[in-house]
């Protein structure tokens, strides 16, 4: 059902932690499985230098969320939010269909957590929307989650 590389950031998710004086933090959930993620990025000259993460959560929401900071590292603002949770279920060779949904906890954390970094600096991301603090009332353009598909 998992890819390898899913069962591999799952069972050695990369990126565990927390960062302290963190340029941003975000935190989302889904209220349907009660799953948790926060992000945290260390953001230095508009180069996120450092993520890291706290999944209280399923398999996938804990591989996809290894794998966005895994992904964002070392990257621009601009280039952190093209990745979608579409981007980060191929960067993992895929996700079960029912799992899809889970991946958007990663795309929303990193997004909330960019957000909070440009309302700590009274910045404005162009692009970046207000985030969700929970993901199942979202009606995203990527939403893969139908009811009753399965959350843990
Ligand atoms: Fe809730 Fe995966 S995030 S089941």
Known sequence: MYSEKVMDHFMN??????????SGVGTVGNAKCG????????????IIKDAKFKTF?????????????????????????KITNKSVAEALDGLPPVKMHCSLLAEESL?????????????????????????HD???HDHDHEEGSGCC
């Open 13 to 22: 998710p990369r990126n565990v932690g927390e960062i302290e004086n963190a």
């Open 35 to 46: 799953d948790i993620m926060k992000v945290y990025l260390q953001i230095e000259d508009g």
């Open 57 to 81: 959560g399923c398999g996938a929401a804990v591989a996809t969320s290894s794998m966005a900071t895994e992904l964002v590292i070392g990257k621009t603002i601009e280039e952190a939010l």
């Open 111 to 135: 997004h909330a957590a960019l957000w909070d970094y440009a309302k700590k600096n009274n910045i404005t991301i162009e692009g970046l929307k207000e985030p969700v603090a929970d993901v």
């Open 138 to 140: 979202h009606d995203h």
